[in-house]
């Protein structure tokens, strides 16, 4: 299976109080990170044919917003594996309940995503640093062992490739 990890997009400052926290939704430059990385998936042609999310308000908006971009008509499904307190082993609990899928979009939330992606790459258990920006998305490819990091990208990546490919690749020359 195809592991697209993916943290959830701006939401802003967080909150003290947990409760309010988890309530927290995303702003408007969030909504914009997610219209640029599922153009990122689309360019990419990712075969999603699952999203699972966070129950955290900010990561389902993310999860949906991805998803309504991509054309996802599946609904998205909630995994308290996700959550800001899941743990590695509800997280591969939850890879192994959707192994039958080809490619899945996650969503979720720092430290225990670049948790979870260390885990992932490195095969032992043992967790490495992997920074993962707000709205960033890896690809990982979890046939092999230890799984596969194949590429991460974070919006602000994401936005100077698409304004270098709008543009022009030679300069303009005159014909006088």
Same mark, same amino acid.
């Given at each position: 299976m195809?592991?697209?990890?993916?943290?959830?997009?701006?939401?802003?400052?967080?909150?003290?109080?947990?409760?309010?926290?988890?309530?927290?939704?995303?702003?408007?430059?969030?909504?914009?990170?997610?219209?640029?990385?599922?153009?990122? &998936? =689309?360019?990419?042609?990712? $075969?999603?044919?699952?999203?699972?999310?966070?129950? +955290?308000?900010?990561?389902l908006q993310t999860a949906q917003f991805v998803g309504t971009e991509l054309g996802f008509e599946g609904k998205v499904e909630i995994a308290d594996a996700l959550a800001p307190e899941g743990t590695y082993a509800d997280f591969?609990?939850?890879?192994?309940?959707?192994?039958?899928?080809?490619?899945? &979009? =996650?969503?979720?939330?720092? $430290?225990?995503?670049?948790?979870?992606?260390?885990? +992932?790459?490195?095969?032992?258990?043992?967790?490495?640093?992997?920074r993962i920006r707000k709205g960033s998305i890896a690809r990982i490819d979890l046939d092999k062992h230890p799984a596969r990091l194949q590429w991460l990208i974070d919006p602000r990546t994401a936005r100077l490739i698409y304004a270098s490919v709008t543009k022009r690749s030679r300069p303009k020359t005159s014909r006088k």
């Amino acid at each position: 299976m195809i592991l697209y990890l993916m943290r959830h997009a701006d939401a802003g400052v967080s909150r003290g109080n947990p409760l309010l926290d988890a309530k927290r939704g995303l702003v408007k430059e969030g909504k914009e990170q997610c219209m640029l990385m599922a153009r990122v &998936l =689309a360019a990419v042609k990712a $075969p999603i044919d699952i999203i699972v999310s966070s129950p +955290l308000k900010r990561a389902l908006q993310t999860a949906q917003f991805v998803g309504t971009e991509l054309g996802f008509e599946g609904k998205v499904e909630i995994a308290d594996a996700l959550a800001p307190e899941g743990t590695y082993a509800d997280f591969q609990a939850m890879l192994a309940s959707h192994a039958g899928h080809d490619a899945m &979009l =996650a969503v979720g939330h720092n $430290p225990n995503l670049f948790k979870f992606l260390g885990r +992932l790459i490195t095969g032992n258990g043992e967790a490495v640093s992997v920074r993962i920006r707000k709205g960033s998305i890896a690809r990982i490819d979890l046939d092999k062992h230890p799984a596969r990091l194949q590429w991460l990208i974070d919006p602000r990546t994401a936005r100077l490739i698409y304004a270098s490919v709008t543009k022009r690749s030679r300069p303009k020359t005159s014909r006088k």
